[in-house]
C-alpha cells in the first residue's frame, strides 16, 4: 500500500487534503443549518473519496463505481421535490449497495446456505411493516416496497461484514463493518427526520453518519484490498 500511494504521491496528497477539507466545510454547514450551500458541498466528500480510490486500486471498478454512484446519488438527491430524481437517486444508492455487496463477495468467498436466504426474506417482510407503520400514507405501496430493499440490502451488507470479521477472524473488514452500522443509523435519522419528527441540526447528524459511513466503507475495502 505504501508503495502504491508513494507511486502517486501528489495525487495522493491533493484528493486527500480536498477529502478532508469537503467534509470539515460540509458539517460545518450542516451544523450551522445553511441547508442550500450544504446541498451543493455534500457531494464533494465522496466524489474526492471515489478519485482516491480510482488512484490506488484502478484494477477494482466495483469500489469507485459504487462510491461514484453513491455521489450521483447525492447529486440527483438535491432536486428531491421533483420525484423523478428521488427515485433515481434511490435507484444509484441501491446499485452502489449492490456493487459494494459484490465486491464484499469476491474478496472474501462467503457462500450462503438456505437459511441465510431464508433470513433475508424474513428481513424484508419485516422491514416492509416496520416501514409501513412508520409512513403510513406519507408512502405509496411500491415506495414501502423499494425502501425495504434499500434497507435490506444494508443490513446484508452489515451481517456479511460481521460474519467475516468474526467468523475467519478478519480484522480488515471491520470497518466495513463499522461502516454499515453509520449508513443504517443514518438512514434511520432520516426516516425520522422525514417522516416522524424534524429536530434541529437533524442535518448535522444525517451527513455526520453518512459521511463516516462511507470513509470507513470505502477505507476497509481498500485496506481490504492492499493487505
Known sequence: MNELIKGNNYVFIVFSSLLFISIVVELVLAFMEKERLRKIFKIFPLLFLSIVAIYLVPEYPLLYVASLLGCLGDLLIIFEKRKIFFYLGGISFFVGHILYLLLMLDLSDVTYNWYHYLIIIISLVGLFFVLFAITKNQLGLIEKIA?????????????????????????????????????????????????????????????????????????????????
Not at 166 to 171: C, L, M, S
Open 147 to 227: 425502501a425495504s430493499f434499500y434497507f435490506g440490502i444494508l443490513i446484508l451488507l452489515l451481517v456479511n461484514a460481521a460474519f467475516i470479521t468474526f467468523k475467519y477472524n478478519e480484522p480488515r473488514t471491520s470497518l466495513i463493518l463499522v461502516g454499515y452500522i453509520l449508513f443504517i443509523i443514518s438512514d434511520i435519522i432520516l426516516v425520522i427526520k422525514d417522516f416522524i419528527k424534524e429536530f434541529k441540526r437533524d442535518d448535522f447528524y444525517v451527513m455526520s453518519t453518512y459521511i463516516f459511513a462511507e470513509l470507513s466503507i470505502v477505507i476497509g475495502f481498500l485496506i481490504t484490498i492492499l493487505k
